[in-house]
């Protein structure tokens, strides 16, 4: 009997449906922004994709002007979560510059969208990330990418430093409160900021504190710095400020290298210049000096008078809402029943209307450090050998950021609000208490 073969041609699944198509795109913070404007590029991606009948648009992606080596730019992130929910077939970008200049960045992203099918096409380089030899180009491409971003961040160090070294303050420094820059690089000042300023030395030789002269600032409605109210952190990062007594240290920090684009406090790691009398004053340099050895002295007492125990979690908890540190809090309770809790520092000082973020059981905190270590219990050492940070982002789910980079989230629970027989002895406890206030 003779065998009869018939051949199957594949199926085709993309000729059934239409191309997902979007693109990113990104003005170079150092050139050409005027002419290839963020506005422009949209458009341009915009009637490119959909003009061609075998595409369906799938958006375009757009960040403001900024460095191209980070990887959370918003936009830029949306898009890969498209990708990843199966939204986009692939991606158009003008160059791999405009995608990212680290390498590193660069060849992650597109490895993990060609996992999921996607294509990236770079139309300078004319580039197709799912092509034979896509990922030998891109790999060398990228690295040229790279090293120009070092070489103009090299230039950019270069320049600060001559400047530096003639004494100059870079115009990146528009604004400082109570002057104002001029065209020719000096200061200006604006005498109602700069009466602010006389009023927070003045008040603070005569003996109030940092938080008091916040309150009173604030209880005057006076704006700060950015709008806002007033904080300590920044009343602080104002007194310490040598500018307000005509003179300038320059180069008081720097960033650590052109990718990570982190900046740091130079504590000898770089030249300084300090230049004295650069411009006209707004306070008189004895009351700058005494407002420096006031700030020590205080400093020095509060040491001796309140020495602080560092605990665990102090100064590592973060809260995503308002951006403070969370502060550790007990119950009002005698030891037996007493219960510690995490807080947010904004939500102690100024209630759930200025930050609504939850509190923490410290044992609840233990517990989930715990899990996420791979511990039987909480361990202080290993915590602090491999935990950065944890932050807290949503109702009952923080995000432990290791010192390796990996970021873990984790969700608790909250304990059984349920009376036991501790629980009623605390509340009666705070009412004998409250009683024993009211009374006396």
Not at 115 to 138: C, D, H, R, Y
Not at 141 to 159: G, H, I, M, P, T
Not at 250 to 264: N, W
Not at 275 to 304: G, Y
């Amino acid at each position: 009997m003779q065998k009869i073969i018939t051949k199957i041609e594949p199926f085709a699944a993309e000729a059934c449906r239409r191309k997902r198509v979007c693109a990113y795109a990104r003005v170079s913070a150092e050139k050409d922004a005027a002419l290839h404007s963020l506005s422009a590029q949209v458009s341009y991606y915009s009637e490119l994709i959909q003009k061609n009948p075998l595409w369906e648009f799938a958006g375009v992606f757009a960040d403001e002007p900024t460095t191209g080596t980070k990887q959370d730019r918003p936009e830029f992130q949306k898009m890969l979560a498209e990708c990843r929910n199966g939204n986009v077939d692939m991606i158009i970008t003008k160059a791999i510059s405009r995608f990212s200049r680290n390498t590193v960045t660069t060849l992650t992203c597109v490895r993990e969208l060609k996992e999921l099918g996607v294509a990236v096409f770079f139309e300078e380089e004319n580039i197709n990330s799912l092509s034979e030899n896509g990922e030998l180009m891109l790999t060398v491409l990228s690295a040229f990418a790279q090293e120009q971003s070092y070489n103009v961040s090299e230039d950019c160090k270069w320049r600060l430093k001559k400047q530096f070294e003639q004494g100059i303050l870079p115009m990146s420094l528009k604004r400082l409160y109570g002057y104002r820059r001029t065209d020719d690089g000096g200061f200006r000042i604006i005498q109602e900021e700069a009466e602010v300023v006389r009023l927070i030395f003045s008040s603070y030789l005569s003996g109030l504190g940092l938080k008091r002269i916040c309150d009173m600032l604030n209880e005057k409605e006076i704006p700060s710095p950015k709008g806002g109210l007033w904080n300590v952190k920044g009343l602080k990062h104002l007194i310490i400020n040598e500018k307000y007594c005509g003179d300038l240290l320059l180069q008081k920090s720097f960033r650590t290298d052109h990718i990570t684009k982190r900046r740091v406090i130079n504590r000898g790691e770089r030249d300084q210049y300090f230049v004295e009398d650069n411009h006209q004053p707004i306070i008189l340099k004895e009351t700058f000096f005494a407002v420096q050895a006031e700030l020590k002295k205080r400093a020095r007492e509060n040491a001796s008078v309140q020495p602080k125990f560092k605990y665990p979690f102090t100064g590592i908890i973060l809260c995503r809402n308002c951006g403070k540190n969370y502060t550790r809090k007990v119950s009002n309770c005698s030891n037996k029943h007493r219960r510690v809790f995490w807080n947010c520092a904004t939500f102690l000082e100024k209630g759930k209307a200025a930050c609504h973020t939850k509190q923490i059981p410290e044992d609840t905190l233990m517990e989930i450090t715990a899990e996420v270590l791979g511990l039987n219990e909480f361990d202080e050492k290993v915590f602090k050998q491999k935990i950065q940070r944890i932050e807290v982002s949503e109702w009952n789910k923080v995000v432990f950021v290791c010192k390796d980079g990996k970021r873990t989230e984790k969700s608790w629970q909250d304990k059984s609000r349920k009376w036991t027989e501790e629980m009623k002895a605390c509340q009666k406890e705070k009412s004998h208490l409250f009683r024993q206030e009211n009374n006396s």
